[in-house]
Nanobody
Framework: QVQPVESGGGLVQAGGSLRLACAAS????????MGWFRRAPGEEREFVAA????????FYTDSVKGRFTISRDNAKSTVYLQMNSLEPEDTAVYYC?????????????????WGQGTQVTVSS
């Protein structure tokens, strides 16, 4: 079992950058693939990015490709989301989640453990 805890959110101007971190308690972090999701005001939660257990495989939703990078440090039990060239449309609460799959997918139902979320606000 892991308990994700997100950090690093905040207010940034359009074109700026933020790095989110998700620290997962528990001794078996590398047994889980990890994903980032987000929920904008009035919208459904959507998939952003995922990384495999080893960190060797990553994939992204189309709207963030080339701007966001997901990575993980298994020694620190932490997954990161580097967000560059931020746009007002990226404003949302960002959630970190853990899946028992070797490579987590894009559906929320594939992830068992969720963090509380961190707010990202991008001003125009």
């Amino acid at each position: 079992q892991v308990q994700p805890v997100e950090s690093g959110g905040g207010l940034v101007q359009a074109g700026g950058s933020l790095r989110l971190a998700c620290a997962a308690s528990g001794r078996t972090f590398d047994n889980y693939s990890m994903g980032w999701f987000r929920r904008a005001p009035g919208e459904e939660r959507e998939f952003v990015a995922a990384v495999s257990r080893s960190g060797g495989l990553t994939f992204y939703t189309d709207s963030v490709k080339g701007r966001f990078t997901i990575s993980r440090d298994n020694a620190k039990s932490t997954v990161y989301l580097q967000m560059n060239s931020l746009e007002p449309e990226d404003t949302a609460v960002y959630y970190c989640a853990a899946s028992l799959a070797v490579v987590g997918g894009t559906r929320s139902s594939e992830y068992r453990y969720w963090g509380q979320g961190t707010q990202v606000t991008v001003s125009s």
